[in-house]
Nanobody, 126 residues
Framework: QVQLVESGGGSVQAGASLTLSCAVS????????LAWFRQAPGMEREFVVS????????YYADSAKGRFTISRNNAKNTVQLTMNSLKSEDTAVYYC???????????????????WGQGTHVTVSS
């Protein structure tokens, strides 16, 4: 089992930047995919971006392309999500998730992930 703890959420103005961090513990992360999801009030949880720990390959949702960047720190066992040019529609609870993944494709379904953090709130005001 993998434990995930998010941090870095907050309230910002539209156009600002924010970096979220996810501390990962419990297992070696080889062959794991780490991902960020978000859930706005009244909406379903949606995929934002994922990264394969083994080789660093990433996959972005269209809503995140060009504005968000995911990165990993192997030494610290952390995953970061840097969000630039934030919009009001980015307001949501952001979750870090992990799944053991031996496939070559990218896992985007939330139901496929079996390890979740508690979430961190991001509020963007216009």
């Amino acid at each position: 089992q993998v434990q995930l703890v998010e941090s870095g959420g907050g309230s910002v103005q539209a156009g600002a930047s924010l970096t979220l961090s996810c501390a990962v513990s419990g297992r070696r992360l080889s062959h794991y995919t780490l991902a960020w999801f978000r859930q706005a009030p009244g909406m379903e949880r949606e995929f934002v971006v994922s990264i394969k720990w083994e080789d660093g390959r990433t996959y972005y949702a269209d809503s995140a392309k060009g504005r968000f960047t995911i990165s990993r720190n192997n030494a610290k066992n952390t995953v970061q999500l840097t969000m630039n040019s934030l919009k009001s529609e980015d307001t949501a609870v952001y979750y870090c998730a992990a799944v053991l993944d031996y496939g070559s494709g990218h896992v985007v379904r939330s139901s496929a992930y079996n390890n979740w953090g508690q979430g961190t709130h991001v509020t963007v005001s216009s």
